[in-house]
């Protein structure tokens, strides 16, 4: 069966494309490339013996989208993790994440409306439940108003696909949740590739014990958690990525309940940011260089998922610890600058 994976050269699109093509799944992969090197594809083909489709093209490009759903009238699936994803950019920049976040959705289920049991996966993440006032977060736990235009962007994202959905009954959908996806692929073959400064914890540890950061800052640990830091649910991306693909099974197999359903992605276990600092101590045998300074506006105190629903229902369980998703993180690290 074929795919579209758009973004299919990212971060968790690459990891998604390895196990699609592991499950025999033949994969056509869209990305402009604006957030990814096209050498991904030989990280994908050397850990699968095979290269996806690609084709290089800015989604936002309406007419290129309905001449690619013409070409590939085959495709019986689509996993849409192409999106603008800086939370900081997003609040300077407010247009440009909606019309990529949204305005390419919105062409994507334009297409696959047309199609006759289409299936659609959309990635989502848990900055829609912002400060949950429960945990672990269960799916039912209300939307709070976003922090920003990027989670914002996951919050209409979703309500666009629902309202979709409802007036196309043989149309799909399922949202994934993710909470904070971390690592690298074992073989060390793809991983995340951040450009500039990381956004994200887990990428500016690495590049901090590698000598690339000077100093990461651990925003404030006066929080009501245990050691005072905030606290996230880190999932290693393979097993993300392996969870796309028990999703796009139940859809395509037809075993959905209804035909917009939603789950979180993530391990159950909340992990501080210092638990991961010493988790990557451990498995690097270095000392990371780190201060505490005040707390960072938006933070929340902590997040982490009930994977109740996602373990049940998709027959899928996240299976690496925080150590294993660190190791891989730091061997990727080692491996990116050794050939830069
Ligand atoms: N990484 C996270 O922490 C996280 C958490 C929750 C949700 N998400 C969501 O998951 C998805 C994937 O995230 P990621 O971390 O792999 O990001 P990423 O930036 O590594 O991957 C996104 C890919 O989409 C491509 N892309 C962006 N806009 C495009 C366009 N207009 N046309 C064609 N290609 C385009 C980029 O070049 C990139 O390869 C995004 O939707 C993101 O918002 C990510």
Redesign the pocket.
């Given at each position: 069966m074929k795919i579209l994976v758009?973004?299919?050269?990212?971060?968790?699109?690459?990891?998604t494309v390895v196990e699609l093509q592991n499950e025999g799944f033949e994969v056509v992969v869209?990305?402009?490339?604006?957030?990814?090197s096209i050498d991904?594809l030989d990280g994908i083909e050397a850990i699968t013996g095979k290269k996806p489709i690609f084709e290089?093209?800015?989604?936002?490009?309406k007419p290129r989208v309905q001449a690619f759903f013409q070409k590939h009238d085959d495709i019986a699936g689509v996993i849409?993790?192409?999106?603008?994803?800086a939370v900081g950019e997003s609040v300077e920049k407010p247009l440009q994440y909606y019309e990529?976040?949204l305005g390419?959705l919105v062409y994507m289920l334009q297409e696959l409306k047309k199609k006759h049991g289409a299936s659609f996966i959309?990635?989502?993440?848990?900055?829609v439940y912002g400060q949950a006032d429960k945990m672990p977060i269960t799916e039912a736990a209300p939307v709070k108003p976003a922090e920003s235009p990027?989670g914002n962007?996951?919050q209409v994202g979703e309500e666009i696909i629902r309202d979709t959905c409802k007036v196309n009954q043989d149309l799909n959908a399922i949202a994934?949740?993710?909470?904070?996806?971390?690592g690298a692929h074992p073989s060390g073959k793809i991983g995340?590739?951040?450009i500039g400064v990381p956004?994200?914890l887990v990428p500016f540890i690495t590049q901090t014990g590698i000598g690339l950061r000077e100093q990461l800052s651990v925003f404030g640990d006066d929080y009501p958690t245990e050691d005072g830091t905030c606290i996230r649910d880190y999932i290693h991306?393979v097993d993300l990525a392996k969870a796309h693909v028990a999703a796009l099974q139940r859809l395509l197999a037809g075993k959905n309940e209804t035909n917009y359903e939603v789950f979180n992605l993530g391990t159950g276990k909340g992990s501080s940011v210092l638990e991961v600092i010493h988790s990557f101590e451990r498995v690097s045998g270095k000392k990371l260089n780190y201060k505490i300074v005040d707390r960072r506006a938006g933070d929340v105190i902590q997040a982490y998922a009930d994977t109740k629903k996602a373990n049940k229902v998709l027959g899928w369980k996240a299976q690496s610890s925080l150590d294993d998703a660190m190791k891989s993180a730091w061997e990727w690290e080692k491996i990116v600058r050794s050939s830069s």
């Open positions: 758009t973004g299919g050269l990212g971060f968790i699109g690459s990891h869209v990305d402009n490339l604006s957030n990814s991904v290089e093209f800015d989604l936002r490009e849409h993790f192409a999106a603008s994803k990529n976040n390419v959309f990635s989502s993440s848990c900055t990027y962007t996951k994934l949740r993710y909470f904070n996806p971390i995340e590739l951040p956004q994200n991306v």
